[in-house]
């Protein structure tokens, strides 16, 4: 027998096969399943096999009609069941099924399959939910690599008439002792630690009016120079300011890994925003 399982998941479509399935199941069921499919454009399916025995030798011809007929143009199809022959029956089916994306899934893990079927459809939402870049940040260090990368924000900020924030962080300097506490007025004097961050700042602020000078662009621009622990600040920058888009430079190296500093791998990993490495080889200088 062929039943459809009640779904409230947009192009989905999950269907329940019991029994021994016969060619007049099908004759049954396949008008139905032609009019959600029309209805629904492209589906993903799911299908459940319970207390499942096969079919007889007309079924089996049905059942290799019906898949010519619609499973070749389906996104994902997810077969649960708990017998090993019918994981192997996915796997052979695999090849047949060129345009479709053919999972098998123990029916212990059911939601495991219905997770996967969602997951595309849940991708496809969010690309439709899209937005144009509003607010910019580059992370610069005043290194060339943060030029290179300014002038990729520059486009884009041009490209989307969003706006453009320059950001330096200066690392904050924190009497710590030995067991790693913050230190009080009797172990370090605390008024020459503030100094030493004030002029810290004052010379990134400097830096920072040369560095803007050096783009030499008609572009309106911000530039901010915070102190703190280089991570964190940016991260709490770039979540305060509503930031869509971080922009950071790099050296380019062998291998991903070496491309990824700590810093932009730390705010990829705490940030919502989207994160953009700008790559460029020593050469380029």
Known sequence: MLQFIPVFDGNTIAIRASGKLTAEDYQTFLPQLEQQINHLGKVSLLFELDNFFGWDLNGV?????????????????????????????????????????????????????????REKQE????????????????AVDFSLYSKHAC???????????????????VEEVIPYTLYGDPAGNNVVDLNIIENQNKQAIKAA?????????????????????????VNYSITSFLEA?????AIFGAKKKQGINKLLGSVPHYVQHHSRCEILIVPVQESVF
């Open 61 to 117: 011809k049905a059942d290799v009609n019906f898949g010519l007929k619609y499973l070749g143009d389906c996104d994902r199809i997810a077969i649960v069941g708990d017998k090993s022959w019918e994981h192997w029956m996915a796997v052979i089916a695999k090849p047949f099924l060129l345009s479709s994306e053919v999972r098998y899934f123990n029916r212990e893990n059911l939601q495991d399959a219905w997770d996967w079927l």
């Open 205 to 229: 602020q400097s830096q920072m009016k040369a560095f803007v000078n050096d783009l030499d662009i008609d572009f309106t621009l911000e530039a901010k120079v915070i102190c703190g622990e």
């Open 123 to 138: 991708f496809e939402k969010a690309a439709e939910q899209l937005q144009p870049y509003k607010n910019i940040v580059v």
């Open 151 to 169: 002038k990729r924000a520059i486009e884009l900020a041009h490209y989307y008439q969003a706006s453009l924030t320059l950001l330096n962080v």
């Open 241 to 245: 300011q509503h930031v869509d888009l």
